[in-house]
Protein backbone atom coordinates (compact mmCIF):
# COMPACT_ATOMS: atom_id res chain seq x y z
CA UNK A 1 0.00 0.00 0.00
CA UNK A 2 1.14 3.55 -0.76
CA UNK A 3 1.68 6.01 1.74
CA UNK A 4 -0.23 9.09 1.70
CA UNK A 5 1.08 12.12 -0.72
CA UNK A 6 1.43 15.20 0.15
CA UNK A 7 -1.73 17.56 -1.51
CA UNK A 8 -1.47 21.15 -2.13
CA UNK A 9 -3.69 23.65 -1.13
CA UNK A 10 -4.88 25.91 -3.34
CA UNK A 11 -6.44 29.40 -2.54
CA UNK A 12 -6.31 32.85 -3.20
CA UNK A 13 -2.92 34.40 -2.10
CA UNK A 14 -1.70 30.77 -0.43
CA UNK A 15 0.04 27.92 -0.99
CA UNK A 16 1.12 24.99 1.59
CA UNK A 17 1.88 21.33 1.42
CA UNK A 18 -0.72 19.34 3.43
CA UNK A 19 0.28 15.92 4.56
CA UNK A 20 -2.98 14.50 6.60
CA UNK A 21 -2.77 11.50 8.09
CA UNK A 22 -4.87 8.98 10.38
CA UNK A 23 -4.75 10.81 13.74
CA UNK A 24 -7.33 12.59 12.66
CA UNK A 25 -9.30 9.23 12.05
CA UNK A 26 -8.82 8.17 15.94
CA UNK A 27 -9.81 11.69 17.08
CA UNK A 28 -13.10 11.35 15.19
CA UNK A 29 -13.86 8.17 16.51
CA UNK A 30 -13.95 9.00 20.02
CA UNK A 31 -16.06 11.70 19.34
CA UNK A 32 -18.95 9.89 17.92
CA UNK A 33 -18.42 7.28 20.48
CA UNK A 34 -20.24 9.71 22.41
CA UNK A 35 -20.04 12.97 23.85
CA UNK A 36 -21.63 14.11 27.37
CA UNK A 37 -23.78 16.92 27.69
CA UNK A 38 -20.97 18.36 29.70
CA UNK A 39 -17.19 18.06 28.69
CA UNK A 40 -15.22 19.78 31.65
CA UNK A 41 -16.17 23.31 32.23
CA UNK A 42 -18.14 23.54 29.03
CA UNK A 43 -21.72 22.89 28.43
CA UNK A 44 -22.93 21.30 24.68
CA UNK A 45 -25.05 24.35 23.09
CA UNK A 46 -26.94 24.89 19.64
CA UNK A 47 -25.60 27.43 17.98
CA UNK A 48 -28.85 27.83 15.19
CA UNK A 49 -28.40 24.98 12.75
CA UNK A 50 -25.20 23.45 14.57
CA UNK A 51 -24.33 22.03 17.36
CA UNK A 52 -20.92 22.61 19.14
CA UNK A 53 -19.41 20.74 21.83
CA UNK A 54 -15.82 19.85 23.85
CA UNK A 55 -14.34 16.30 22.69
CA UNK A 56 -14.48 14.11 25.72
CA UNK A 57 -10.41 14.21 26.37
CA UNK A 58 -10.41 17.69 26.42
CA UNK A 59 -7.86 18.06 24.07
CA UNK A 60 -10.33 20.18 21.78
CA UNK A 61 -13.85 20.98 20.36
CA UNK A 62 -16.22 20.42 17.28
CA UNK A 63 -19.13 21.72 15.71
CA UNK A 64 -21.89 19.18 13.91
CA UNK A 65 -24.70 19.42 11.89
CA UNK A 66 -26.92 17.09 10.26
CA UNK A 67 -28.68 17.69 6.67
CA UNK A 68 -31.88 16.66 6.19
CA UNK A 69 -31.73 14.70 2.76
CA UNK A 70 -31.14 10.74 1.64
CA UNK A 71 -29.05 8.99 3.69
CA UNK A 72 -29.05 12.00 6.64
CA UNK A 73 -25.50 13.34 5.90
CA UNK A 74 -23.46 14.40 9.09
CA UNK A 75 -21.05 17.25 8.92
CA UNK A 76 -18.06 17.74 11.79
CA UNK A 77 -15.41 20.35 12.01
CA UNK A 78 -13.61 19.17 15.00
CA UNK A 79 -10.65 21.73 16.13
CA UNK A 80 -7.99 20.86 18.53
CA UNK A 81 -6.28 23.53 21.17
CA UNK A 82 -2.37 23.05 19.25
CA UNK A 83 -4.25 24.22 15.97
CA UNK A 84 -4.87 21.45 14.34
CA UNK A 85 -8.60 20.59 12.41
CA UNK A 86 -10.12 17.89 11.07
CA UNK A 87 -13.26 17.16 8.66
CA UNK A 88 -15.66 14.54 8.44
CA UNK A 89 -18.66 14.11 6.26
CA UNK A 90 -20.96 10.78 6.74
CA UNK A 91 -23.85 9.11 4.95
CA UNK A 92 -25.72 5.99 5.55
CA UNK A 93 -26.06 5.40 1.84
CA UNK A 94 -22.47 5.74 0.96
CA UNK A 95 -19.86 2.45 0.12
CA UNK A 96 -16.82 3.71 1.59
CA UNK A 97 -14.90 1.38 3.36
CA UNK A 98 -12.93 1.80 6.75
CA UNK A 99 -9.56 3.41 5.74
CA UNK A 100 -10.27 3.80 2.05
CA UNK A 101 -7.75 6.00 1.03
CA UNK A 102 -9.55 8.57 -1.26
CA UNK A 103 -8.88 11.43 -3.28
CA UNK A 104 -11.57 14.54 -3.40
CA UNK A 105 -12.00 18.39 -4.02
CA UNK A 106 -13.17 20.49 -1.68
CA UNK A 107 -14.59 23.89 -2.79
CA UNK A 108 -15.49 26.68 -0.64
CA UNK A 109 -16.43 30.65 -1.41
CA UNK A 110 -12.57 31.64 -1.00
CA UNK A 111 -10.97 28.48 -1.50
CA UNK A 112 -10.04 25.08 -2.90
CA UNK A 113 -8.37 21.81 -2.52
CA UNK A 114 -8.19 19.33 -5.60
CA UNK A 115 -7.18 16.01 -5.28
CA UNK A 116 -6.97 16.23 -1.39
CA UNK A 117 -6.91 12.97 0.67
CA UNK A 118 -9.19 11.57 3.11
CA UNK A 119 -9.23 8.13 5.12
CA UNK A 120 -12.60 6.16 5.21
CA UNK A 121 -14.49 5.75 8.05
CA UNK A 122 -17.85 4.47 9.89
CA UNK A 123 -19.68 5.48 12.86
CA UNK A 124 -23.35 5.42 13.74
CA UNK A 125 -24.62 3.14 11.04
CA UNK A 126 -23.14 5.68 8.21
CA UNK A 127 -20.02 5.93 5.71
CA UNK A 128 -17.91 8.75 5.10
CA UNK A 129 -14.53 10.34 5.24
CA UNK A 130 -12.37 12.08 7.78
CA UNK A 131 -9.17 14.31 6.71
CA UNK A 132 -7.53 17.50 7.78
CA UNK A 133 -6.45 21.05 6.44
CA UNK A 134 -4.57 24.29 7.05
CA UNK A 135 -4.84 26.78 9.96
CA UNK A 136 -6.67 29.34 7.42
CA UNK A 137 -9.66 26.61 6.91
CA UNK A 138 -12.05 27.02 9.68
CA UNK A 139 -11.75 30.96 8.32
CA UNK A 140 -12.85 29.90 4.85
CA UNK A 141 -15.18 27.36 6.57
CA UNK A 142 -16.92 30.52 8.95
CA UNK A 143 -16.93 32.65 5.65
CA UNK A 144 -18.62 30.64 2.94
CA UNK A 145 -22.21 30.04 2.11
CA UNK A 146 -21.61 26.52 1.25
CA UNK A 147 -19.42 23.24 1.00
CA UNK A 148 -18.85 21.39 -2.06
CA UNK A 149 -17.39 18.09 -2.55
CA UNK A 150 -16.25 16.47 -5.53
CA UNK A 151 -15.04 12.92 -6.53
CA UNK A 152 -13.18 13.72 -10.12
CA UNK A 153 -16.28 14.86 -11.92
CA UNK A 154 -18.77 12.92 -9.62
CA UNK A 155 -20.52 15.38 -6.89
CA UNK A 156 -19.83 13.84 -3.59
CA UNK A 157 -21.86 16.86 -1.78
CA UNK A 158 -23.19 20.00 -1.58
CA UNK A 159 -23.59 21.54 1.85
CA UNK A 160 -25.29 24.30 3.02
CA UNK A 161 -23.45 26.53 5.53
CA UNK A 162 -25.59 29.04 6.83
CA UNK A 163 -24.58 30.11 10.39
CA UNK A 164 -21.10 28.46 10.33
CA UNK A 165 -19.84 31.85 11.19
CA UNK A 166 -21.57 32.25 14.23
CA UNK A 167 -20.76 28.37 14.73
CA UNK A 168 -17.01 29.05 14.53
CA UNK A 169 -16.92 32.03 16.51
CA UNK A 170 -18.47 30.03 19.21
CA UNK A 171 -16.19 26.35 18.37
CA UNK A 172 -12.96 28.62 18.77
CA UNK A 173 -14.26 30.20 22.67
CA UNK A 174 -14.27 26.09 23.34
CA UNK A 175 -10.77 25.77 22.20
CA UNK A 176 -9.98 28.80 24.27
CA UNK A 177 -11.62 27.05 27.28
CA UNK A 178 -9.74 23.44 26.99
CA UNK A 179 -6.33 25.47 26.85
CA UNK A 180 -4.10 24.94 29.98
CA UNK A 181 -5.59 21.99 30.68
CA UNK A 182 -3.90 18.94 31.38
CA UNK A 183 -4.19 16.30 29.09
CA UNK A 184 -6.70 13.60 30.63
CA UNK A 185 -7.93 16.33 32.70
CA UNK A 186 -11.91 16.00 31.83
CA UNK A 187 -12.74 12.66 33.64
CA UNK A 188 -15.53 10.84 35.18
CA UNK A 189 -15.92 10.52 38.87
CA UNK A 190 -15.30 7.40 40.42
CA UNK A 191 -18.61 5.52 41.75
CA UNK A 192 -18.74 5.98 44.91
CA UNK A 193 -19.28 1.91 45.52
CA UNK A 194 -15.66 1.82 45.28
CA UNK A 195 -15.39 0.33 42.15
CA UNK A 196 -13.23 1.80 39.67
CA UNK A 197 -14.83 3.38 36.31
CA UNK A 198 -11.81 0.95 34.32
CA UNK A 199 -10.69 -1.85 36.39
CA UNK A 200 -8.49 -2.77 33.81
CA UNK A 201 -6.85 0.29 33.30
CA UNK A 202 -2.90 0.33 34.93
CA UNK A 203 -3.21 1.61 38.25
CA UNK A 204 -6.58 0.17 39.07
CA UNK A 205 -5.93 -1.65 42.26
CA UNK A 206 -9.15 -0.78 44.16
CA UNK A 207 -12.18 -3.35 45.20
CA UNK A 208 -15.48 -2.75 45.05
CA UNK A 209 -17.43 -3.27 48.44
CA UNK A 210 -19.26 -5.95 48.86
Known amino acids: MLPPRPFEFAGPGSRATLRPTFAALGLVLGMFAGTPAVAGDYATREVGAWTVAASRDGKGCFLTREY ?17 NHLTVLNAN ?3 KPK ?5 TFRLAKASFPKHFAVGMA ?13 KFP ?26 GA ?6 RCVEGQRGKPAGAVREKEPSNGIPIDPFSGGSGRKGKN
Open 68 to 84: DRAGRTTLLLGLEVDGT
Open 123 to 135: SGGKQGFVTDFGA
Open 94 to 96: WSI
Open 100 to 104: DRLEL
Open 167 to 172: AVAELR
Open 139 to 164: AHFAASPTLQIFRGDVPVERLSLDGS
